[in-house]
């Protein structure tokens, strides 16, 4: 396989497909270029930062259609470390889970283990499908994720019938910003910014209801140990000054802040949902169309518009694929590592240029041809 080459006039503009970290735009690097010796090295406590971190948090919240009384609460750690503040600080006695990947899973097990919370129900689906959380008496928090990343499985975002006063905490981590939805269907719509927002990791964001605000100070307010770092009510001080509880990685915030301000000036997530709706339809279409590679989410309306899992018949080994490409500058269309399936995953983020999801599948037409 050494020997395959790919022309250049059939590789995509840009060859980066990840389904997190994900393509960084080349305008969202010069405005970080533009500001690198002004903004970048500067306190986060003064004007210049607080106005950055108020632009993301206004951008956000127009982007998103905020309801009335949501707020837009940021911290250090990413998603991950959001699990851990939403443990502590929004369920209250038990949380119920909907797992159907490694993403959901992983909340799942983390309210499953907290000592101080009743043991979490949980509904599972297998990979390539969907579960949806369903009522329980005596839970007072939902959680699902929006889009199942390493799956490539889009649920539904509504809140659980019968549920009253429950929190709905939905992982939008990697749907958030490609795809559009109803807040007010939750308490808590939580994501991180190296997916469909096109910046670096390393921060945790959030659109809580006045409800989910409340949940934390009464949990806070009791006798549960919460560390400082992990509170939302201490993040929440701190988001409403335009802040953080410690130092921010202040290029994150500026690359974040472009990708916000670049899809509103574009129409917003109607206009993001409109163009990785248009990248997947081909993905898919042309999996459709090979006789050696299908869709592996089975039906059509569970598939994902921003991270495509395409399967391979067995005499085309993705691992050549993805090696061949890769050496071609064409990188991260591997599979999830857990998934264990040979499959191609490709990441179809607002960021990425449908016609290069064109160009992309060509490469790999080419690819297939030489090695069958
Ligand atoms: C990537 C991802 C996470 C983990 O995000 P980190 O910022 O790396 O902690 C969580 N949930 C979903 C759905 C993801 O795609």
């Not at 949806?132 to 889009?147: I, K, L, M, Q, S």
Request: glycine content about 8%.
């Amino acid at each position: 396989m050494s020997h395959l080459t790919i022309p250049a006039d059939l590789l995509p503009r840009d060859g980066r497909f990840g389904s997190g970290p994900s393509k960084v735009r080349r305008e969202q690097v010069d405005a970080l270029a533009a500001v690198g010796t002004t903004l970048l090295g500067t306190s986060h406590r003064q004007a210049p930062v607080r106005s950055l971190v108020g632009r993301v948090r206004a951008g956000l919240a127009a982007l998103f259609d905020a309801p009335d009384g949501y707020e837009v609460v940021l911290g250090n750690g990413g998603s991950t470390t959001f699990w851990d503040v939403a443990t502590l600080c929004l369920v209250q006695e038990r949380a119920a889970h909907a797992r159907f990947g490694e993403f959901g899973a992983k909340f799942a097990a983390a309210t499953t283990r907290a000592p101080f919370l009743a043991p979490s129900h949980v509904v599972s689906a297998p990979a390539g499908q969907v579960a949806v959380p369903e009522h329980v008496d005596g839970v007072d928090a939902y959680a699902w994720p929006h889009n199942e990343t390493s799956t490539g499985v889009i649920a539904p975002v509504r809140r659980v019938a019968g549920s009253r006063d429950a929190l709905m905490l939905v992982d939008g981590t990697s749907a958030a910003g490609g795809t559009t939805l109803d807040v007010s269907q939750t308490d808590v719509y939580y994501f991180a910014p190296q997916k469909s927002f096109a910046s670096d990791g390393g921060l945790w964001l959030a659109l809580a209801s006045p409800a989910a605000v409340e949940r934390a100070a009464r949990v806070e307010g009791g006798d549960r140990w919460v560390p400082e770092s992990l509170s939302f009510t201490t993040a929440v001080t701190n988001s409403r000054a335009d802040q953080t509880l410690n130092t921010p990685a202040v290029a994150t915030l500026v690359l974040l802040a472009e990708q916000i301000d670049w899809m509103l000036e574009q129409g917003g997530l109607a206009w993001a949902a409109q163009r990785t709706a248009t990248s997947a339809g081909h993905l898919y279409s042309w999996a459709e169309s090979r006789d050696w590679a299908a869709p592996f989410v089975a039906d059509p309306a569970l598939r994902s518009p921003v991270v495509g899992t395409v399967d391979l018949a067995p005499e085309v080994e993705a691992s050549t694929v993805t090696a061949v490409l890769r050496r071609h500058g064409v990188v991260d269309i591997e599979p999830y590592r857990k998934l264990g399936r040979n499959q191609l995953r490709v990441g179809m983020y607002p960021a990425v240029e449908p016609d290069d999801v064109l160009a992309l599948t060509a490469c790999i037409d080419h690819v297939v041809e030489q090695l069958v």
